[in-house]
Each structure stands twice: as C-alpha cells, then as structure tokens.
C-alpha cells in the first residue's frame, strides 16, 4: 500500500520514519502468511521484534525540510493544527515503548480495515516454470554420426507463429538412418569418438557416464526463463526496465542474455534510454558486459582497481574502429 493511502496523523503514536518502516514490514511475505491465515497475534510479534530491532534509540525529531514537506501534503483544513515534531529524550523513548504492542495492535488493525474498504488485495507474482536442466552424458557414436554429413538435416516449416523448426521428426529421421547402418559404417563414427576424446585430452564432461546427477542447464533455456519472468512482470503489474545476465554455458563458455519490457512516454525503452546517455552502442554496451562476464572466471586477481576500465575502453575502442572500417569499406568507391 502507498505512503499516503493510510496516511499518519498529527500526535500519532509513531513518528513518520517508523510509520514508514511499518508501512513496508507490513508487506513482508512472512507477516502476510500470518495476516492471511488469521494469526493476527503472530504478525504483531512480528513486526514488534522487527520495529525494535530496527529503531534502537530516541527519534532525533523533525527537520526544518521534513515538516514544510509534511505541511505542504496536509489537507486544508488540518494545516493549522500541524506543529514540527521535537525530539524526544530517553525517558520519554523509554515510556513509549512500554506500550509498543498496544499501540502495534491498534495500528494492525486500522490498515486491515483500511485495506478491506479499498478492496486492497496483496499482489501474488505470477508462477515461472523452473529452468529446464540438461542431464550431461557420455559421447557416442550417434552423437557423430549426427555431426556429419551424411545425415539427415531438417528443414523449417511455417505455422501461424511464425518458422518453425520440427525437431522430433528430425530426431526420428537420423535414428532411422542411424539403424540402416551397417556395423562397419558404425565403426568408423566410433573411432571418430576415440579420436575425439584423445584430442580433448579426455575432458570429463565427454566421458561422464549416463544418467549423473549433476543436471546443467544450457544458455537458452536460462534465457527463456528470464524472458518468461520479465514478460509475465511487465504484463502482470505493469512493472518495465531492462535485465542482463551472464554466465557458463553447458560447455563451459561464457554467455550473456540480456531483456527489456516496457516503454516511457516517449515510446524510449530504459535499454535505448541508457545508451543514449552513455553515448554506446548496443554492441559497444554488450561487449562491456561480456569483458566483466569473462574476468568472474576463476584465476588470478589484479590488484589494480582500473584493471576492468581500462579493458573496458580499450574493447569500445576496437569495436568502434572496426565499425569505422567496415562503413569504410561500404561506402569506398570502386
């Protein structure tokens, strides 16, 4: 709920501060369980444990600035009864605080019926299916056959979403090809393995036996589970803004992804609005957050704290002078 939805009054119990910090701790996920299953008692013990916690000593009074603002959002009509709130002293912060959980328990109950006559209903963030995880497996010799010329190769189609890919059926068309093999045609796609496997150095994650429990996921299906949260954000509460993201790939290679949703009145997306103000390129921008994605691997640290601006510039500088080349090239006359 806003700030001024269920606004403080003038000689409340609570100063303005704590009213705010109660305002916000009211909608924590474990203080709402509480308040939805009827544990009033419960929530209160809650928020108290939590309102002590944070504020520990006497409220340092109003400033000049704060109360102008106080006074400037009153209603007419109670502007004159408005007074600056002074600061109180120990004894006074002691006494208050004796009657912390009465007070609490007046407060709990005016904004769940403030809630009930607006109709307020906590949000409830819409469900994102999990990451889909891959579990990794021993190279065979299908796996090569599968790389090679020889067989099958799909082909799009085109639906009322756009091109397609039919996967299965191309699955289904290489495992048919793959059983019409004779066994000699079969041995040469499994010395192709063994000599896959000798040139790798035998990476573990090439002979790992099938069926490990040590799921991966793989850089599109992170990818869709970002833009299936973002999506769902934007069209459930309206919220926008951009997302970037990166990290290891099934193989082991860095990888970003970044999302945007949402536009400002302008019709500008955050995404187009921070590069302009940058002054970057998406390109220039992306390979800036690539550098960063590839110094968290593991290794050596640099002391140095420009170490990364000064990578970052020199990668915007080769970017823009191959952009400058290739427009060169373009726009050279023959």
């Known amino acids: ?42 929530a209160r013990a809650l928020l108290s444990a939590r309102f002590q916690e944070h504020f520990t000593s006497p409220s340092a009074g109003e400033t000049e600035e704060a109360f102008k603002q106080r006074l400037r959002f009153a209603k007419k009509g109670r502007k004159g009864d408005i007074v600056r709130i002074r600061a109180e002293s120990q004894e006074e912060w002691d006494a208050r605080m004796q009657q912390l959980n009465n007070q609490l328990k007046s407060w709990l109950y005016n904004y769940r019926a403030k809630c009930r006559r607006a109709g307020v209903k906590r949000w409830v963030a819409p469900p994102v299916p999990p990451i ?3 579990r990794k497996r021993a190279l065979k010799a299908f796996d090569m056959f599968c790389k090679s010329d020889t067989a099958p190769k799909g082909a799009d189609f085109v639906t009322n979403k756009g091109q397609r890919f039919d996967l299965s059926r191309l699955q289904a068309a290489r495992k048919a090809a793959w059983d019409h093999l004779s066994d ?25 036996i099938e069926g490990s429990n040590a799921p991966v996921a793989y850089a599109e299906d992170i990818a869709a589970h970002v833009d299936d949260f973002f999506e769902g954000l934007h069209e ?3 919220w926008g803004g951009f997302a970037m993201f990166g990290g290891p790939d099934h193989d082991g290679e ?8 949402g536009t400002n009145r ?8 921070l590069l302009q103000w940058l002054g970057l390129t998406q390109l220039e921008f992306e390979t800036v957050f690539s550098l960063w994605v590839e110094q968290s691997r593991q290794g050596p640290q640099a002391n140095d704290e420009h170490v990364f ?9 080769h970017c823009r002078a191959q952009a400058a080349a290739t427009h060169t090239g373009n726009t050279s006359l023959e």
């Open 1 to 42: 709920m806003h700030t001024r939805t269920y606004a403080m009054r003038q000689n409340s119990y609570f100063r303005p501060d704590e009213w705010n910090f109660l305002l916000a701790a009211v909608l924590d996920q474990e203080v709402q369980e509480y308040l939805d299953k009827g544990s009033y008692t419960k």
């Open 236 to 238: 459930d509460v309206k």
């Open 132 to 134: 889909r995880r891959h």
């Open 184 to 208: 000699e045609d079969k041995e040469v796609f499994q010395r192709a393995v063994a000599e896959t496997l000798r040139e790798a150095d035998v990476l573990p994650e090439l002979v790992e």
């Open 309 to 317: 601006a000064e990578s970052a510039r020199r990668a915007i500088e």
């Open 266 to 273: 302008n019709g500008q997306s955050f995404m187009d609005a």
């Open 254 to 261: 860095a990888r970003i992804h970044f999302t945007h949703a």
